[in-house]
Each structure stands twice: as structure tokens, then as C-alpha cells.
């Protein structure tokens, strides 16, 4: 289960997004900071409640609005949240995943998780969606880059990162195919690689043409 969550309550609060309408139904009251605490601890728990609800695998936050609950001022609001879901997938074995667009400019987002929440996510994905080999070194261990944050974390963050293409726009796609070769030149093997929009490779004899080939490149026949 994915979605973006800039405010707490987004796409779970009766009635709809508008901000106003979020903070009274999870009783965040202005100017007091420990009222968007535990707003924050009960909109996890109902992100929790719905993913146990719909049998999915765990929660993928898509990192990429400011609001209420994503706020450099107020980091605490984010571990909260993302401690509570850790807290409660550990019971029963979900997986926690931060998504965050894979360009320098958005790393101000990953810079506002702390280092705990860094170390207890399952993977991170990273949308990187128009990033070659070269592109890629340079976003992960350039001047600026993920190595940039969170520096004593980065074997581990590299280690369960995920690197993405976008099948959403046609010319794009072959960044898909480059991205199934890349090998960090750092020496620090990532975690693999994904495709926004996926099923748009499903035309093709057969099927997920460009899918079936990056499986079969980053997992070869064994040679006896």
C-alpha cells in the first residue's frame, strides 16, 4: 500500500483532505505541539489498521509534500508516526518502505527522518526515474548526494535501496534497461531495481517484455 502524505489524516480522514477539516477529526489542536504527536501516533495506527484490513505487505510512504506531518520545524511528528508503524509491522511482519523522488533537491526530505528511522525502514525507494549508470554514482556518493546525509548510515541505506525507471512516459523507458546492469561504483551493492507504472510494459509476446528481460539480467543461470 502506497501513498504521498504531506498532512496528518491524508486519504484516511472522513470528508475529504481539506486541512482544516484533518486537524479537527484527529484533534490537532494550533500551538500545541503535543496534540500533532499523538495525531500523528493515531494516524499511523489507522494506516496500520488498513493495511492489516486489505492483507497488504506494508505501508510505502511516498515522501514529497510539506504539510502537518512532514515539517523540518517539527521532526519529531514524522518519527513518531513512522516509529508507531515499525512498532506495530514488527508484529506481524510488514514491511515499512520510505519512497522519495531521486533527485539532490528532494534529499531535504530524507535529511528530516533521523537516524532511527532511517535504520528501521525495510528498503527505500528511490525515483530515480531519469538516471543512467553515471547518474546514479553521482546521486548516491556525489557532492550533495545520499552519502551527504546520514553519512556513518550509508553502507546500510545503499544496501536496501531501490532504484526505479518510469514506464509512464515512452522515452524514458530505456532507463529501465540501463538500470538493470548498474553496479555502484562505491563497491556497495544496492537492493534492485523498480518501474513506476509496471503494467504499462504488459503489451508485448510475450508479456512484460522489459520486466522478464531485467529479472532474467539480474538473476542468470547458475553454471554447474
Partial sequence: MCWRAGDIGDNLTPGGNDRENKKQFWGIVEGDEDSYLKAAEKYALAIVDTVNKYNADGFDYDIEDQGTLINASYPQRVEVFMQTLRREFDKTGKLLVADIPGGKAWLSYYNILSDE?????????????????SSLDDFFTGSGGVKSYHTKLFENVLRK????ATFERAVDKHYFTEQQTYHPACGIEHAGMGAYHIEYD?????????VRAAIAAQNPPIKN
Avoid at 528511522?117 to 538516471?131: M, R
Avoid at 535501496?161 to 526505479?164: E, G, N, P, Q
Avoid at 504488459?202 to 512484460?208: E, I, S, V
Wanted: proline letters at 7%.
Fill in 161 to 164: 535501496s531501490i532504484v526505479t
Fill in 202 to 210: 504488459y503489451a508485448g509476446n510475450p508479456d512484460y517484455p522489459a
Fill in 117 to 133: 528511522v532511517v535504520k528501521s525502514l525495510d528498503y527505500i525507494v528511490w525515483q530515480t526515474y531519469e538516471a543512467g549508470h
